[in-house]
């Protein structure tokens, strides 16, 4: 009996003896970061990734061990992620926030503007930062100095919590879907859906009173697939049956340098837009989205009432892309007349409006006002109008969006004119 109970005993060491070496090293990692870092370490303590013994090591590797290495501590991607969390990995990897940082890229004016921006995640880079790189993009960011923008998972889950409520609330969608071209958070906050959520969350409604979130109505049950029929640039392929609208739309593909203003055929960058999922390229696609949206809206309305709302919504995208095309065109003329010199950096003597707000290092590369008018009532102006629709909100569909296009295409209208007049041939 005393043999077997020794026998169990030494078993036991010899488990405790293999096991220390890794527990105390995670237990070094959590008594040098309380004081290093003691957000992350308490982040981490109220997860659910330490009641389940999700530990240092599990993320960042076990090679670094001190200051002295601090280097080679691993910066976790999403697939390291994906080990334990594959089906959301998938479902990620299928909608546009995987796309974020590939289409940051793919938009020219990226590339003049400051690195602190894009690359430090102070500018369109922090938000951006959202999407599968390629193990070069990553490098390319470590050799310029700027080490944390390696995971896309943290951007709603942030760590180390990792909080799948934090997750759920609205506010998670706010830091990004904000401000000056996407106010999607201040439209929905103001709309009657963020009006009955702010009173729900007061306890002042029913626990079964509507009060539909972001996540809701674009990743609903769960889903962190996400994609919207309309797509950010607001346009779509095929073009519609409707001339005035099929001929509106062909101009503001040329202004975003998807068609070629002189020969309207394609262009390489139509092949960027593609590959990052930017816009609906059939009429399958597009309806596809649009019935997974009516379905949402259904839970609330009937299917019939939605319907009509969101087609209400195509209308007014009609009616403002027809001013657009209007101010385009005006423009457009400034260049082949030679009232307004091509940037260096231009393909074509056109309008180009992903060359936004660019200031540049001389002449020869600066937008002119008029094009900087421009690229407000575009990005801005017709932003607010159709998504202010879509998001129920009249204040910015009308003021912020409509009566803003429409004061954009009367300045350029005044402006054009000016130019002209004033204009010396030759100089």
Known sequence: MTSKWIAVLGFSLGLICFA??????????????????????????????????????????????GAEDAHLAKLPDEQVCADCHEDQFNQFAKGKHSFGWTSLNAIPVTHVEPDELMEGGRGCG???????????????????????????CDECHTRHSFSKKEALDPKACQQCHMGYDHPQWEMWESSKHGTRYAVKEKGKMHEKAQAPTCQFCHLPEGTHTNRTAWGFLGVRLPLPEDKEWAADRTTILKALGVLNPDTGKPTARLDVVKAVDMVRLTEKDWLDERNKMISVCSNCHSEQ???????????????ADHLLA???????ALYKDHIIKKPDNYSFAYPDLLYFMQ????????????????FQMYMKHRMRTYQGFFHVNPDYAYWYGWAMMTEDLGAIQEMAMTMRATHKPGK
């Open 305 to 319: 009432y939605a319907r009509e709302q969101l087609a209400m919504g195509d209308s007014i995208m009609k009616k």
């Open 126 to 152: 922090g938000c951006h930062n959202m999407g599968i790189k390629s193990a070069a993009q990553k490098k390319e960011q470590r050799d310029k100095g700027y080490r944390y923008q390696n995971n896309s």
């Open 20 to 65: 220390a070496p890794a527990f105390a090293i995670e237990e070094a990692c959590i008594t040098c970061h309380r004081k290093i870092s003691p957000g992350q370490v308490a982040d981490w303590e109220s997860s659910k990734h330490s009641s389940e013994e999700i530990t240092c090591s599990f993320c960042h590797g076990d090679s670094h061990n």
């Open 359 to 374: 200031t540049g290092g001389g002449d020869t590369d600066k937008l002119s006002h008029i094009d900087q008018i421009l």
């Open 326 to 332: 209007e101010a385009i065109e005006i423009v457009a």
